[in-house]
């Protein structure tokens, strides 16, 4: 078997090899892309209402409010629970905020501090679904496989990144945003269904301490993050670097409008390139037997120099390539960091260690 042939082979062991992870992979495909629909319509909702750009920043400041004040508590949880059962109510919770963002649009009442109140409580929904589906993940596919996943839920991230905003724009031209948290809302059934589905004999057993506090809980895992030399590390690269680098959302609209001057179609094709990067770039980690700290260095020193070559450029042809660029650098790094965290921590920390990761990168 050739080295190619053996490198597409381990791109795609996770999904090969356990049936759960196969379950939770398709439920995903629908649902992401569903979810990249919404985080296009909520956007475009609150500039319909307001006009103004920065009431879509102060939007993402709500959406992500929630990671800085609750993601260490919601590691706790995750090492506390049944994490299956965990996801499920979080993905249905995740699901009633799609509904009400859906009546509040459709019944044409919506305002802008109502808008807020819901990206808010979908913020809260989120933070406790990531830090369950980064410790279900561990569950699905074991130790050995951890990476490999880690790289497949991140390509799947990326490719609705790119298939998911254009669909909305369609629906959102022909029918209205009301209709994308609806489509959003029936896309949950998909990964709900695929969760109780799953074959519980086959989930790997991890131990639990179900009398850890909250407080406690939340002080042992910062304290292990900050004892153990790779975790810190790791952790004080990915927060510098999500601090000052990790801002799409706002850098690639101001690259589009205000130094390319290619307006909307071109913001969409600068997106797409990104997200086209990050996709490379998440099979390209896949397709790796382990994660290697070399791999996390190399992804975040590329991806600080391509920002670097990237911001004096003012022309669309030189700026498309770059992003690619930028996407697979991007995702060598943080799906990288990610297993590197999880792979270092015991059983009963993962919850916790996933919640400081997040916690590092994005709140």
Same mark, same amino acid.
């Given at each position: *078997?050739?080295?190619?042939? %053996?490198?597409?082979? #381990? ?5 090969? #090899?356990?049936? /759960? ?11 992401? @892309?569903?979810?990249? *629909? ?16 920065? !009431? ?41 905020? &799609? ?9 044409d009442v919506a305002t802008l501090p109502l808008t807020y109140f819901l990206a808010t409580l979908g913020? %809260? ?22 990476? /490999? @996943?880690? +790289? ?65 809980? @939340? ?7 900050? #004892? /153990? ?7 004080? %690269? ?39 990067? !990050?996709?490379?770039? +998440? ?10 700290? #070399? ?9 600080? +120099?391509? *920002?670097?070559?990237?911001a004096p450029v003012t022309r669309t042809e030189v700026a498309l390539p770059l992003l690619v660029a ?12 990610? &297993?590197?965290?999880?792979?270092? !921590? ?7 260690? %996933?919640?400081?990761?997040?916690? !590092?990168? @994005?709140?």
């Amino acid at each position: *078997m050739t080295s190619m042939a %053996v490198a597409g082979e #381990r791109t795609f062991s996770s999904l090969r #090899r356990h049936h /759960n992870y196969r379950l939770f992979f398709a439920g995903q495909v629908v649902s992401v @892309a569903g979810s990249w *629909m919404q985080n296009v319509a909520l956007a475009w909702l609150v500039i319909e209402l307001s006009g103004s750009p920065l !009431a879509v920043g102060a939007l993402a400041f709500c959406r992500f409010l929630p990671f800085t004040f609750l993601g260490l508590a919601a590691g706790v949880i995750a090492d506390r629970v049944d994490t299956r059962r965990l996801v499920i109510a979080t993905q249905t919770a995740a699901m009633g905020v &799609s509904i009400l963002l859906a009546i509040v649009t459709l019944a044409d009442v919506a305002t802008l501090p109502l808008t807020y109140f819901l990206a808010t409580l979908g913020g %809260v929904t989120l933070v406790f679904d990531a830090s369950g589906r980064q410790t279900l993940t561990f569950q699905l596919v074991g130790q050995k496989e951890l990476p /490999n @996943a880690v +790289a497949l839920n991140a390509s799947l991230f990326n490719a609705s990144r790119v298939i998911g905003p254009a669909i909305a724009g369609l629906v959102i031209a022909a029918v209205g945003t009301g209709m994308c948290f609806v489509v959003n809302a029936v896309s949950f059934l998909a990964v709900l269904v695929a969760l109780v589905a799953m074959r519980t004999d086959e989930l790997v057993p991890v131990e639990r301490r179900r009398d850890t506090g909250i407080v406690s809980g @939340a002080r042992e895992g910062l304290g292990w993050a900050w #004892r /153990n030399r790779l975790p810190r590390a790791t952790l004080v %690269v990915v927060a510098v670097t999500s601090v000052l680098g990790f801002n799409f959302h706002v850098l690639i609209p101001l690259l589009a409008a205000d130094t390319l001057h290619v307006g909307p179609r071109g913001l969409g094709l600068l997106s797409a390139a990104f997200g086209l990067g !990050a996709l490379i770039g +998440a099979l390209v980690t896949a397709s790796r037997p382990v994660a290697r700290p #070399r791999t996390f260095v190399l992804g975040a020193a590329a991806f600080s +120099a391509i *920002m670097v070559v990237l911001a004096p450029v003012t022309r669309t042809e030189v700026a498309l390539p770059l992003l690619v660029a930028l996407g697979i650098a991007f995702t060598l790094f943080v799906t990288t960091a990610n &297993s590197l965290i999880q792979l270092a !921590a015991p059983d009963y920390l993962r919850g916790r260690a %996933v919640s400081v990761y997040l916690l !590092a990168f @994005a709140g």
